[in-house]
């Protein structure tokens, strides 16, 4: 199976300035094929494509050995496909009749990866591993230390650095990486996502929504009116922009985190996860509306809309679905209409059956319970329903 890991670069001052360098050279090489694409197409109504620029190459290098030739030809080229996959992408959207989204120049803080397409061409992991210590080579750069918190499996085929904030990461796609398999529990579990419990489980746990947004707050509110204040092109700006940005980024380090550590309890100890099938983007949408037809509550779904987004439900079953499959573990999607409104024991579905937020009495036969229990139940049972009829 394919993994990526991620670690932390430690580089060295001078070490900092080199990638910062490599990446900017390659931003600027995106954007100038960009607007020779842009341009021919303009002109003479001629379209460019990636062999016709990569051939291009050697030409850029020669003329620039200070500049663009410093760093692996690997790396130009696959920043020069990153630009192709952006316009196969627009080509595609506009034949499906979506939002197209023409491809766009990149500021400098809009372009924050470079790839090395192989291992050993312009990039080498675990360079000297008879010191003690993992290092990654990277040309134009040198063999930068690694905080290497775990081990490396499989074979490295493709690796990345990207910039978040003033750190540096990088990113390792490894193919052939075994499972690891976990032993069998004969166990599943139904699980119902929230906002007042990040989610609750048909055998009645409920894990607590850590709500790390909400509790960065302050400090957020504090960072931003003082880049508010900050007169723009300053370096004063820049520094409290940086710190803004490292307040978020905190936040997102936890929430993946909590996602991380939640996602592999639930698959340490059930075979099966049932969850809703949630369509996010749907739910989070604004109600705002339009001049001619204003939304109502607006400021109520909004708040809705903000807990939802911290709570981070898209990141956590992307991680629940990575590590079950790792293990050995089966996870379904489910539809999630009326879970919570529908009684567990005579089937019953009605809206009156959810008087309040947390509680369920079902108007029919009596029955109650936590609606969220309720949902996680209803959510295995049509988990396991759903599994036997692809099984057959």
């Not at 990636?50 to 050995?65: A, F, M, N, V």
């Not at 749907?282 to 807990?307: E, F, H, I, Y």
Request: hydrophobic content about 40%.
């Amino acid at each position: 199976m394919r993994r990526a890991y991620t670690f932390l670069l430690r580089p060295t001052a001078r070490q900092a300035a080199a990638l910062a360098a490599c990446l900017d050279d390659h931003r600027n090489l995106y954007n100038a094929a960009l607007e020779e694409r842009r341009g021919a197409w303009r002109r003479s109504r001629v379209t460019v494509r990636y062999g016709d620029q990569s051939t291009q190459l050697k030409d850029i290098r020669r003329t620039d050995p200070s500049g663009q030739a410093r760093w692996s030809f690997s790396s130009q080229q696959a920043t020069l496909r990153r630009l192709e996959k952006a316009f196969a992408a627009f080509f595609r959207r506009v034949k499906s009749g979506q939002t197209p989204g023409y491809p766009r120049f990149k500021g400098s803080g809009w372009f924050d990866t470079v790839e090395w397409p192989k291992d050993r061409d312009g990039c080498r992991w675990d360079s000297a591993p008879d010191s003690g210590q993992v290092r990654l080579y990277l040309q134009g750069v040198g063999h930068v230390r690694v905080h290497a918190h775990r081990a490396v499996a499989g074979i490295v085929k493709t690796i990345s650095v990207k910039r978040q904030g003033r750190r540096w990461y990088v990113i390792l796609s490894c193919d052939e990486v075994p499972a690891e398999q976990l032993p069998a529990t004969g166990s599943a579990v139904g699980v119902d996502m929230g906002v007042a419990s990040f989610l609750t489980t048909s055998d009645g746990v409920h894990v607590a929504n850590p709500r790390y947004l909400a509790a960065s707050t302050a400090r957020l509110g504090a960072a931003q009116q003082v880049l508010a204040r900050r007169e723009r092109g300053s370096n004063r700006r820049r520094k409290a922009r940086e710190r803004v940005a490292a307040l978020h980024a905190r936040v997102r380090r936890q929430r993946l985190d909590h996602a991380h550590k939640t996602a592999r309890w639930l698959v340490r100890h059930h075979d099966l996860i049932a969850h809703e099938d949630l369509r996010i983007g749907n739910m989070t949408r604004s109600a705002a509306g339009t001049l001619d037809a204003p939304g109502s509550n607006v400021a109520q779904k909004s708040g809705l809309n903000r807990s939802i987004l911290d709570a981070g439900w898209g990141a956590f079953l992307r991680i629940l679905a990575a590590k079950a499959e790792s293990a050995g573990r089966l996870v379904v999607a489910v539809n999630p209409a009326n879970t919570s409104r529908t009684c567990p024991q005579c089937g019953h579905c009605a809206r009156d059956n959810r008087p309040t937020q947390a509680g369920f009495t079902c108007v029919t036969c009596g029955y109650t319970g936590h609606a969220d229990v309720v949902g996680a139940s209803n959510i295995l049972r049509a988990g396991l329903a759903l599994q036997s009829v692809q099984a057959a």
